[in-house]
């Protein structure tokens, strides 16, 4: 053993890392906000480039800047988003679902939203993080804000699909895709807001972050069909938790 | 007592980080405004959420789980003031009989809090379930038990968390307040189980009658009725 340990080459020396090398690592992995103001007047086009690029003057304005103004075009930016994707998911049927499926997607976010935000403002308190229920508020809207944006920037590809397949089991899966990918973007907003507002015990965040993952599948299901035909009635007359249904339609 | 709803949401952002302004002064110093404060917490937020658990069952069940819930925690913290007081200052805290049933106190606001706020979602999950007279509420009724206990669960740990914050701050060190803390929990645990028999139906069971006590509330017990569970179990 010892004999095979001398004929091994030594290993190659590795050059010492250099303090510019570290410092790049460190950028790379821990970006730096800037928490700064927007500007002058905030137009809805600043808001959406705060949304998608310096998240650090989202987060100034809604925290002690015009959180009034932001708010307001965050929530615009929600609702058409919603509204341009459910149409899109709507032309998969056609019919009555070009205005029903709209239509539910805002109802089920907006019912989500409603229902989570007490518990967001206790389990961020929870987390180390000095809160009101206007921060959680402002926080959580600019998640959604992000996440109907990705939305609405996945339309042309959504449909294409809802154009090339008859299959709702196919489209089922699709839609769940892009929702997966939308409300991760989301939710890692939220996340960094948390993060910059002192976040130090994530295990609560998580347990929110389960929870409205968990309450925006189950209005899927409430408002139910979003994809597919129209059944007789606008709302479903049965009940039904959302595993059995996604995997009902999964199954189609 | 004049309380505006900004100075109430500062208040209970302060309990749940800590009570650096709100928990700790008001064991040290009791003061009956606190007292007021945490009770109406209490009543709002296991209110709220004991109105969602009866909802399934219909409104007259989600009423009387309304009045309930909270009344399950008083009377176990009243029950249990004695002996708590007793516990505290033998496992090594320096508090007195009623600055102990305070810090309880404050921390089943906190309980109160975590589960008033996930009220909204479990009022919704009330209402989307299938009834509690359709086929499948046998099983409905499981999942929600279920459910229910994890909601409960983490309200509990996230108030014994900072229950145990506070004995920090008031026992020489952590080893006594960690010892503080569980023999309170267990006491808590042990009573608290016996008046939620007594006060049953919480969750009411399909096909049973909906009533605010059962006429045969105080036959058997909690721990009987465990151990026949068990018996006829296996």
Not at chain 1, 40 to 69: C, H, M, V, W
Not at chain 2, 136 to 141: L, R, S, V
Not at chain 2, 191 to 207: N, Y
């Amino acid at each position: 053993m010892d004999q095979d340990k001398k004929d091994q080459p030594a290993p190659p020396e590795l050059p010492e890392k250099t303090k510019v090398d570290a410092e790049v690592e460190t950028e790379e992995t821990e970006p730096a906000i800037k928490l700064e103001p927007m500007g002058n007047a905030i137009t809805l086009q600043d808001t959406i480039d705060a949304i998608l690029k310096s998240p650090g003057q989202l987060i100034f304005e809604l925290r002690e800047g015009r959180s009034n103004t932001v708010a307001k075009h965050l929530t615009i930016i929600s609702v058409v988003a919603m509204l341009v994707f459910g149409f899109v998911l709507g032309l998969f049927s056609g019919g009555e679902q070009l205005w029903a499926a709209p239509l539910k997607l805002l109802a089920g976010m907006t019912i989500s939203v409603l229902i989570t935000l007490p518990s967001l403002y206790v389990f961020s308190c929870l987390s180390g993080i000095d809160m009101t229920p206007q921060k959680a508020g402002g926080m959580l809207l600019a998640g959604v804000a992000l996440l109907s944006l990705v939305l609405l920037a996945m339309c042309p590809v959504s449909w294409i699909f809802t154009q090339s397949t008859n299959s709702v089991g196919a489209m089922g899966f699709f839609t769940l895709l892009f929702w997966v990918v939308a409300i991760s973007f989301g939710l890692s907003r939220i996340y960094l807001f948390a993060k910059i507002s002192g976040l130090i015990r994530q295990q609560y965040l998580l347990v929110w972050v389960t929870i409205f993952i968990v309450v925006t599948l189950q209005m899927s299901t409430s408002l139910r069909p979003l994809i597919g035909p129209a059944e007789g009635t606008f709302l479903p007359t049965e009940k039904r938790f959302f595993l059995e249904h996604w995997a009902m339609v999964l199954g189609e | 007592m004049r309380l505006s709803l900004n100075s109430a949401c500062a208040t209970w952002t302060d309990l749940l980080l800590g009570g650096e302004n709100s928990a700790i002064p008001w064991t040290t110093h009791l003061q009956v405004r606190a007292l007021g404060f945490c009770l109406l917490s209490i009543a709002a937020g296991v209110g709220a959420y004991g109105f969602s658990m009866g909802l399934w069952n219909g409104p007259t069940m989600a009423f009387y789980l309304a009045v309930k819930l909270p009344l399950i925690i008083v009377i176990t913290l009243s029950a249990n003031a004695l002996i708590n007081g007793v516990l505290a200052q033998l496992l090594g805290s320096r508090l007195s009989f009623p600055q102990t049933w305070f810090a309880i106190l404050s921390s089943f606001t906190i309980f109160a809090l975590v589960v008033g706020a996930l009220s909204p979602i479990t009022i919704a999950m009330a209402l989307e379930v299938p009834a509690s007279d359709s086929e499948q509420a046998g099983e409905t009724h499981r999942r929600l038990l279920v459910f229910h206990t994890l909601i409960i669960g983490l309200g509990g740990f996230a108030a014994t968390c900072r229950l145990l914050g506070l004995f920090e701050h008031f026992c020489p060190n952590r080893k006594s307040a960690i010892r503080c803390v569980a023999g309170l929990l267990a006491g808590n645990l042990f009573v608290g189980a016996q008046i939620s028999f007594l006060m049953r139906p919480i969750l009411c069971q399909p096909g049973l009658p909906v009533e605010f006590l059962r006429p045969d509330m105080f036959t058997g017990n909690f721990y009987e009725s465990v151990i026949w569970a068990l018996k006829h179990s296996f």
